[in-house]
């Protein structure tokens, strides 16, 4: 603010003086004031150029002269070194659902109609932002085409190494995560498949895309730390946000998850039939209700059991004659 003050009236100072000056020309004195005032009018705005106003959560990293001198941090306004230029090579790369520091257009009329010009926004946000990547198409472990987008929560912690490390670290970011799932995925199936190992420690054990959805996207968030860790980049979370067999092979998936289904049901319904049949005879056989040899025994628990495992309701038949 200072600096601001003192150049307007730096500024207002010279041009008084330039009027004072061209009347005391006039009358044959001395050039002396009229030429420092018409110098001050010239460059007094350069300090205008290093005045910079930074919102919560932004900064700017600053070079002069092609070396890195230093990176404005905090809300504030600021005065630095008019010669000083502003970095940011990912200035106008935009994520998916990320919440960048947006650029100004300003649009001006000439003789051919409108035309945009679009004012580039050096400043780096600090907050965290989210980036909700492309859909990928990868084979897990058993082989199967699995469809699987992942949301990254992160933030950069480190300007110098965001600018000065990689070339664009957003599109470096993104790079990366592409790459950090396609590692994860390929050592997990879809859904838990036997004699398979995830962990790497040589013991089959039950780990599944579907299953450890949390497990995976831990490994996913360590695997994408380590590759941005040069690009001053931290990754708080992953999240798994989409995940499926891949068109052409779902509907065989689903038909296989329909049977593993039956099976399940089936087997379920026999056991329950098997012990309602003997809970039957036992009953029967306690109470003395009826004796049955072997041969009628088989045909109770032939004739129960197609009644209890039976997809219909069974139609019953009466028996008006003798038992034997």
């Keep these: 603010m200072a600096v601001l003050i003192l150049t307007a009236l730096l500024l207002i100072a010279a041009v008084c003086g330039v009027v004072f000056g061209g009347i005391m020309l006039d009358e044959g004195k001395s050039p002396v004031l009229f030429i420092l005032s018409l110098i001050v009018v010239c460059i007094g705005w350069l300090p205008f150029l290093g005045l910079k106003v ?7 990293v600053l070079t002069l002269f092609g070396k890195y001198i230093g990176t404005l941090k905090g809300d504030g306004f600021y005065a630095v070194n008019p010669f000083c230029a502003a970095i940011n090579p990912a200035a106008d790369t935009k994520l998916n659902q990320s919440g960048d520091v947006t650029s100004k257009t300003q649009v001006r009329t000439g003789t051919g109609g409108q035309v945009n010009i679009e004012l580039v926004n050096k400043k780096i946000s600090l907050k965290i932002m989210t980036l909700n990547n492309n ?80 497990i995976v996207a831990g490994r996913i968030r360590d695997e994408i730390q380590a590759r941005v860790d040069e690009a001053g980049i931290e990754i708080i979370e992953a999240r798994i946000t989409y995940l499926a067999y891949a068109t052409e092979i779902a509907a065989v998936m689903l038909q296989r998850q329909q049977a593993s289904a039956i099976i399940d049901a089936r087997k379920m319904i026999v056991d329950g039939a098997v012990g309602m049949v003997e809970m039957a005879l036992e009953r029967l056989s306690q109470n003395n209700v009826v004796e049955l040899d072997e041969e009628r025994k088989a045909a109770m628990v032939s004739n129960l059991l197609v009644v209890l495992c039976g997809n219909h309701d069974a139609q019953p038949v009466v028996n008006s004659g003798s038992l034997y």
């Design 54 to 60: 930074l919102k919560p959560q932004e900064a700017l």
């Design 135 to 214: 859909r990928q198409k990868i084979n897990d472990c058993l082989g199967n085409p699995v469809e699987i987008g992942i949301a990254v929560t992160w933030r950069i912690v480190d300007t110098a190494k965001a600018v000065f490390n990689v070339d664009n670290y957003k599109e470096f970011l993104s790079l990366q995560c592409d790459s950090a799932l396609r590692n994860i995925v390929r050592l997990y199936p879809y859904d838990v498949a036997p004699d398979v190992d995830t962990t790497g420690d040589g013991i089959a054990d039950d780990g599944s895309l579907r299953g450890s959805s949390e």
